[in-house]
């Protein structure tokens, strides 16, 4: 009884400590962009380049980054996944982006970084891309005898999406957007200011009110959608750094070894995360003294695949394609975490 | 008519089930809706993003919640072939 108590104690601790801490106040602005993105990005504009007759290396550039636009919701991947695999461009694309996905959507980003730092927060992000890129390679060599036959109705599909806005005005209204997150991050008031400013300017002269509406609305599910996740992941971790001896986090990975990280991989394999809740979790694992090799080696495995993605998985492409790419990405994230320990030491 | 509704399970394939049901209800159409939740099924239609609407083994929208206007129409046009 007293343990559970304590327990509990832990997690309401954690919860306090979350929303007074003002972590939350960071990702305001990231939920703004979400919903703007799902919105204004035209989602067809990206896919196309996942077509089945789209140039290769192309698709293999697009893939890695494009988790970016399509990637908020990790519920979001694993059908894109399908579709690209089975429908377009194949295997490889398909594995760089179901890998890079959800480590570079615009909140785990933001939310990787402010919580776990700015050094880990930026190799996660540039280690899911370039290793997406790899391991899409390696699962596209192994596996090249057996190229499906392509359905090229979904793509051609596509092409009907009626065009947004000019590519500028898109561009002004993203980058005003990811300024006002920067500045507003760093407490660079004044220039947060004149960017809300701007924003007003832009939205007043070039969006219409049912177009502001939608932004609204998507924005608002986001936030419907992960805040309950993250609260309870917050909640989680809290009770696992109350539960877990710091001596055994300290033993099994407190020290950047190619074992530590190699547990960290595996256990991020097999682990599931909800949407975003890896980072608060992880976070417990780092106060507890994790070291921030095995730290990222969890992050890049982590949301990459759990158990029951692996089951989905294998639905869609075999037992053989889904083990070998499991076994990718564990040796990926070692190696990534273990070079990363080592140059932050 | 046939009425397919494509999703693992998400909050937007719920959407979509709940306003699928309200048009059909609405419109009065003599329907069979199914939900088709394994991954491996909806793959076999060609669609790249959950939820996916099928109306008569036809992917008539996919990747969002067509407002209930558009629902009414598509839901229409395949009664009236």
Not at chain 1, 145 to 166: H, R, T
């Amino acid at each position: 009884m007293e343990i559970a108590i304590r327990l509990l104690q832990g997690g309401v601790a954690a919860l306090i400590d979350y929303l007074s801490f003002h972590v939350l106040t960071c990702l305001v602005p990231a939920f703004f962009i979400a919903g703007a993105i799902s919105v204004f990005v035209s989602q067809a504009s990206v896919l196309k380049y996942f077509g089945p007759n789209a140039n290769k290396f192309l698709a293999y550039g697009v893939a890695s980054v494009s988790g970016t636009v399509l990637a908020v919701c990790s519920c979001t991947v694993l059908p894109l996944f399908g579709g690209i695999y089975l429908h377009g461009a194949g295997l490889g694309p398909a594995i760089a982006f179901l890998y890079s996905g959800p480590a570079i959507n615009v909140l785990a980003i933001v939310y990787s970084a402010r919580l776990l730092g700015y050094d880990i927060g930026a190799a996660r992000a540039v280690g899911a891309i370039v290793f997406s890129i790899i391991i899409g390679l390696i699962m596209a060599v192994i596996f090249r005898k057996e190229e499906k036959q392509k359905n090229a109705e979904a793509f051609a599909a596509l092409a009907i999406d009626p065009p947004g806005k000019p590519l500028w005005k898109q561009l002004a209204f993203f980058a005003i957007l990811v300024g006002i997150l920067g500045f507003g991050a760093s407490k660079q008031w004044i220039v947060t200011g004149v960017l809300l400013v701007a924003l007003g300017i832009i939205l007043w002269r070039w969006f219409t009110t049912g177009e502001l509406k939608q932004w609204m609305k998507e924005t608002g599910h986001f936030v419907r959608l992960i805040i309950p996740w993250l609260l309870g992941g917050v909640f989680v971790a809290g009770i696992l750094k109350a539960a877990i001896p710091e001596s055994w986090v300290v033993g099994a990975v407190g020290e950047n070894s190619l074992l530590a990280n190699f547990v960290a991989s595996f256990l991020g394999m097999l682990m599931y995360f909800a949407t975003l809740t890896e980072v608060p979790i992880i976070r417990a694992f780092m106060d507890l003294g994790m070291n921030k090799g095995p730290v990222l080696a969890l992050l890049l495995a982590g949301p990459a695949l759990s158990l029951p993605s692996i089951l989905s998985l294998s639905r869609i492409m075999g037992w053989r394609k889904t083990l070998t790419f499991s076994a990718l990405v564990v040796v990926m994230a070692t190696t990534t975490g273990y070079s990363f320990g080592f140059i932050v030491q | 008519m046939d009425i397919k509704i494509l999703g693992t399970g998400c909050a937007k394939c719920h959407a979509l089930g709940d306003a699928v049901k309200a048009a059909v209800k609405e419109l009065q159409l003599d329907v069979k809706i199914q939900e088709v939740k394994d991954m491996k099924k909806i793959m076999e239609y060609p669609i790249l993003m959950t939820p996916g609407l099928v109306i008569n083994e036809k992917v008539v929208s996919s990747g969002k919640v067509p407002g209930k206007e558009e629902l009414k129409k598509l839901l229409l046009n395949a009664a009236k072939k």
